[in-house]
């Protein structure tokens, strides 16, 4: 009888208009508590019962109580929902259709329907599926409340990696639709036939989507003439035609451990346009002469071209060979010997360039993951960057410098790959940074690309990666634009990619552009100024979309680690408040080491992010880019995350120990 009185609810308002509120976002915990993160200073507990009407990430307004002589934050308003379209499983509670997010900070049952053309019978406890919330506590409504709007595959799909992996980040999990016949068009370009020229590609064995071959002379007086040959496939795919439209909205081909969705169809990718050996294929051209000591000459000339691949080789045999004198499983001819060789040359000449006044970055491995038929890991092995991917890697290099000359010079537009430095507002930071750790710099040159590349090769030098990787955190991120602009962490003025056009949509747009040029247009369109914000976010959802998968695929092959009490060796690559993240070098996996798991009483234990070490007893024992020997100790399959713990051990302090006892006993 008094729910509906008007006056108690004026009253219940007036009392509510009195009490204290603040704006904040949620951050829920595994044990159904959670906070009220108004800044990184403050934060107000929220009792499991008021964390019922909010998710993980809600940014809400909340009344702050005082409960039991405690401020406790109610959440009351919701000013941004955390999450709308997500992935869950299915969960049957009495016959009632249920789903639970696949999140660690999301793990109640929602109550679901199924959208209209999607049975209900159609699925079962453990299922996969897309779902959208359309109710919420704050918003007035009983409870949560979702919609399942897709089912992506069954409960015990061994492939449930991929397809789960792919819906959450919304990419598509398959390439484009083929067409019935493919004619290449008419752009009213004049090819060059070098199919007599001996062009060889390099690339790794198992790869069908060839878009680069090369050809290199060593001339008499020490330079070089490098003829890099780059699959045409805007031979086939006329601009703003549907199939350019879904390159563009893809972005990039998607390459997961095991397999590649590719942006284009794959009578393209891996036939029609892919520089198979023996195969005639059309080609956009450039030629460039490097000198002797490494630089690119401004002689680089863009011309369309049909080639020949005359070779088909294999980083691990070209390496052999090099390295070795000769490899088990191939021999060349005399002719691709000569090749191999000047091509080798030339790239010794250019990296010693880069060294010397750019930047290079040391050779990390690759992990590749071998599968079974049946998506069962078998192995994951590591491949290390040897001489003939580096080979390929100069040349590509020395080819999108020249394009990105060609560009500016030519339109002052394109499709630019930039990286700015160090931002702006954390240069100061930076500076004073660098000069603690034995570095000499000013803001001044290290807004230049000649002092950052400067930085760069001192960084190099220095016997650990700690202050590489503390300053990472004051570095701008790379981006793509229209506009040419220095490339800081490459030590370049400008770059522009183009060689990878079958698997790069901006590289395609770059392609057009040049073939402007070798049609000596003097005008061109501008690229659309939202494609670089476009590309930008494709590369993250990828990377994104490559991780997820590599850690679901590391918790299948580490899940008996636990019990072996296998030691590992490992990077500390991350340290935070909560701990520290480090990658097992063995085969790259990501495992985190709590602070509570570094020595038995973690009151020890400082974790801290902005110095990068971890101090037990006040003594710094990590820090970024150590090596340290660890196990796993527990593999979580439903987070798809690993946790472990050093294996060195910290002796027990008794006096600090039995000190802070007595503090803690007089305190209560």
């Not at 942006?263 to 080609?283: G, T, V, Y």
């Not at 522009?496 to 005008?523: C, Q």
């Not at 400082?606 to 196990?631: H, P, R, W, Y």
Request: include cysteine.
């Amino acid at each position: 009888m008094f729910q509906d009185n008007p006056l108690l609810a004026q009253l219940k308002q007036q009392i509510k208009e009195t009490i204290p509120k603040k704006e904040g976002t949620i951050k829920a915990t595994e044990k159904g508590f959670g906070f009220l993160e108004v800044d990184n200073k403050t934060s107000y507990f929220i009792p499991p019962v008021y964390m019922k009407k909010v998710m993980h990430g809600d940014k809400v307004v909340a009344l702050i109580r005082t409960e039991k002589e405690k401020e406790v934050a109610e959440p009351d308003e919701l000013l941004e929902q955390s999450i709308t379209r997500f992935i869950g499983r299915v969960k049957m509670i009495r016959n009632n259709l249920n789903v639970v997010p696949d999140s660690p900070q999301l793990k109640d049952a929602i109550r679901a329907k199924t959208c209209k053309g999607l049975s209900h019978d159609a699925l079962s406890d453990g299922d996969w599926v897309v779902a959208k919330l359309i109710r919420h506590p704050l918003k007035g409504e009983n409870g949560f409340f979702c919609e399942i709007s897709e089912k992506i595959t069954d409960a015990n799909d061994k492939g449930a990696p991929w397809w789960v992996t792919l819906a959450k980040h919304d990419l598509p999990n398959q390439e484009p639709a083929p067409q019935t016949n493919w004619e290449m068009l008419d752009e009213s370009l004049i090819r060059e036939d070098l199919t007599q020229v001996p062009f060889i590609t390099i690339d790794n064995a198992s790869t069908k989507d060839m878009d680069d071959a090369l050809h290199t002379v060593a001339n008499e007086d020490g330079t070089y003439t490098l003829t890099i040959a780059i699959a045409d496939p805007t031979a086939y795919v006329a601009e703003s035609t549907e199939l350019d439209k879904q390159a563009r909205e893809r972005g990039f081909t998607i390459y997961l451990p095991g397999r590649n969705i590719p942006m284009l169809p794959r009578e393209l990718s891996d036939d029609l346009c892919s520089l198979r050996e023996e195969e005639i294929r059309p080609a956009l051209c450039c030629r460039v002469t490097v000198q002797a000591d490494g630089t690119i000459a401004e002689d680089a000339t863009f011309f369309s071209a049909t080639i020949k691949s005359q070779a088909r080789l294999a980083y691990d045999n070209v390496s052999d060979w090099i390295e070795n004198g000769h490899s088990e499983n191939w021999q060349p001819s005399d002719v691709i010997a000569e090749q191999v060789n000047a091509l080798h040359r030339l790239a010794k000449a250019r990296v010693n360039w880069r060294e010397t006044n750019a930047v290079t970055f040391p050779d990390r491995p690759d992990y590749r993951f071998e599968l079974s038929e049946d998506n069962d890991v078998i192995a994951i092995h590591v491949d290390p960057r040897r001489i003939a991917n580096r080979m390929v890697e100069e040349a590509m290099i020395t080819a999108n410098i020249c394009a990105g000359r060609a560009l500016r010079e030519h339109f002052g537009f394109g499709v630019f790959n930039t990286h700015a430095g160090f931002s702006t507002e954390k240069m100061a930071d930076a500076v004073e940074m660098i000069n603690q750790h034995g570095g000499d710099v000013n803001a001044d040159t290290l807004a230049t690309v000649e002092g950052f590349s400067a930085l760069r090769r001192w960084l190099n030098t220095q016997e650990t990666t700690f202050l590489d990787n503390r300053i990472r955190k004051y570095q701008a991120y790379s981006e793509v634009g229209t506009a040419p602009a220095p490339h800081f962490a490459m030590g370049l003025d400008v770059y522009a990619t183009w060689t990878s056009p079958i698997r790069k949509y901006g590289d395609m747009v770059n392609h057009r552009l040049l073939k402007a040029i070798v049609r000596g247009e003097t005008a061109a369109q501008t690229p659309d100024e939202l494609i670089g914000d476009e590309l930008a976010l494709h590369r993250k959802h990828h990377r994104m979309a490559e991780r997820d998968v590599s850690d679901w695929l590391y918790v299948r092959l580490l899940k008996d680690s636990v019990k072996e009490k296998k030691a590992f060796l490992a990077d500390i690559f991350d340290i935070n408040r909560a701990g520290m993240r480090v990658r097992l070098l063995e085969n790259g996996a990501m495992t985190f080491i709590p602070g509570s798991l570094i020595c038995e009483n973690k009151k020890r234990v400082e974790c801290n992010a902005d110095m990068g070490t971890i101090s037990v007893d006040g003594n710094k024992e990590f820090q970024l880019g150590d090596q340290i020997e660890v196990n796993i100790t527990d593999i979580k399959e439903a987070t798809r995350s690993i946790v472990g713990k050093p294996t060195r051990e910290f002796a027990v302090v008794a006096e600090k120990l039995e000190a802070e006892d007595a503090v803690a006993t007089k305190g209560e």
